[in-house]
């Protein structure tokens, strides 16, 4: 697909990462802003992580639609997935609320798509966990390639007919909120290594998708890195008890990788190996269009319950002018 910079063909792509609703919500700023600028439908890779999941899986499944935009805010705005598959699991141990929040994504989202329905549009990478091999694990499509999921453990399979809805429930399967999917190990070249593969939200390997990006066979020259996560709040009156020491040393553990994604995409642009990184957080001032955005958009919460008016509006205000900011500041030729 790619963009004309100064008359030369470029490559770019976009990686959305999680943070739930809130997230999603982040991302349409961007992708709106993206649009507005003739860059969107211009992608040529899309890499995504749990709430940035439902946003990416939902652009790229409406890839020719005018109203695709519009469709993923609708959808932010009407639906409490969370709370819905809670309820509907809450008296049967045996209702794996995973499988009800795949369902939840497929009635109101996908109607039966699977990953070949993404077909037409740029390459997208949908990522999930594996728990059976410590390594990030993609549902990859569209680009005009084969649809195909795996990890670079197990290696990769071609599945066309795979259901979009469980690619994303994957993606977006927080722990322990949701239970991690189980998938047969069966048909991948290296499926002596594990009994079958466990899956659950992207997030806890890389909560911004980065691997893709960073793939020789994809030649990107530039990407934008959209993070709507948590960011790491400074603790001034830390508690000594077992339960908050463990919730703030994963806070820590995500903050690390987060930093140390960000800095291989540096080094490796720096050593000209890589894509120019366009990187901006949810909770950044640099940039934001109206004084507090930052503040208020960091602080909505990051479940996948719906956003209010206000919320939608100050976020992805928020995303999109972030976006202009650093284009103008690190890639004005865009």
Known sequence: MAIMVNGVEKRIGLAMSGGGFRAAAFH??????????????????????????????????????????????????????????????????????????????????????????????????????NLATGKMFFFVAGGGKPSEMGDYILGAVVKPAFPLCRAVAASSAFPPLF?????????????????????????VYD????????????GLDYVIVSDGGKPFAIDTTPTESGVAALKAGIDIMMEQVRALQF?????????????????????????????????????????????????MDVLSRHGGALLRHRLAEYAPEI
């Open 28 to 129: 349409l700023g961007v992708m709106r802003e993206l649009d507005r600028r003739g860059i969107l439908d211009k992608l040529d890779l899309i890499t995504c992580v749990s709430g940035g999941s439902i946003a990416g899986a939902t652009v790229a499944l409406n890839w020719r639609a005018p109203d695709k935009l519009d469709l993923l805010e609708q959808y932010l705005k009407t639906r409490s997935v969370t709370a819905s598959s809670l309820l509907a699991g809450a008296f049967d141990p045996f209702d794996n609320r995973t499988d009800k929040l795949a369902a939840s994504y497929d009635e109101h989202l996908f109607k039966g798509a699977t990953l070949e329905s993404l077909a037409g549009g740029p390459r997208i990478y949908l990522n999930a966990t």
């Open 179 to 203: 239970a991690p999917m189980r998938l047969d190990a069966a048909d991948y070249k290296h499926s002596k290594k594990v009994d079958y593969v466990t899956l659950t939200d992207g997030g």
């Open 207 to 218: 909560n911004l998708g980065v691997n893709p990006l960073l793939g020789e066979e994809n």
């Open 263 to 311: 800095d291989r995409l540096l080094h490796r642009h720096y050593a000209k190996k890589g894509p120019r990184p366009l990187w901006f957080s949810i909770d950044s001032t640099h940039g934001e269009e109206q004084s507090g955005d930052a503040a208020f958009a960091s602080s909505i919460r990051t479940q996948l319950n719906r956003m209010s008016d206000e919320e």
